[in-house]
């Protein structure tokens, strides 16, 4: 009963009621005192909500957020060109290092074998430290808290 009362209050709120279901309505809400009062405490909220404006935000809110958004932006695409160029260049530097490396035949092959491994466990490390740290920022909670 008190969701079908529910529904025809929302409905009567909204002036989509029909007769039959207005007559329901009017029969709920004479003969039960709750309905009655949520019904009047409901009116009174529509009536506050619909005198209420929104205050628009002042030419200068505006445009400190649009200066905001475009430096976001240019940072943001510098970033990328900067991470690009420096995937590119280190990668070149890498394979230009493996080749004249494993090239010298008068190196050991055990040291060779120990670069490798040590190389392999410092890139390990950094991207583990890198995937912990971006993914702890992305979920902590405390974050807007200043120390």
């Known amino acids: ?5 529910i529904l025809l209050l929302q ?8 007769e039959n279901e207005k007559k329901e309505f009017d ?6 005192e709750e ?8 009116k009174k909220v529509k009536e506050v909500l ?5 205050k628009n935000p002042s030419k200068e809110f505006w445009d400190a957020y649009w200066t905001g ?13 900067i991470s690009i160029g420096a995937i590119i260049l280190i990668a ?8 004249v490396f494993f090239g010298d035949m008068e190196t050991p092959l ?21 995937r912990e740290k971006f993914f702890v920022s992305k979920h902590d909670k405390y974050k807007e808290i200043q120390r």
């Open 11 to 18: 409905k009567y709120l909204d002036n989509e009621l029909t």
């Open 27 to 32: 029969e709920l809400i004479n003969t039960n």
């Open 69 to 81: 958004l475009y430096n976001k932006i240019e940072r943001g695409i510098a970033w990328i060109a």
């Open 110 to 130: 055990i040291v060779k074998i120990g670069t490798v491994a040590l190389v392999f466990g410092f890139l390990v490390l950094l991207f583990s430290v890198i």
């Open 35 to 42: 309905f009655r009062k949520e019904f009047e405490e409901q």
């Open 92 to 99: 070149y530097a890498s394979i230009q290092a493996v080749k």
């Open 50 to 54: 619909t005198k209420m404006k929104l």
């Open 1 to 5: 009963m008190h969701d079908k009362f």
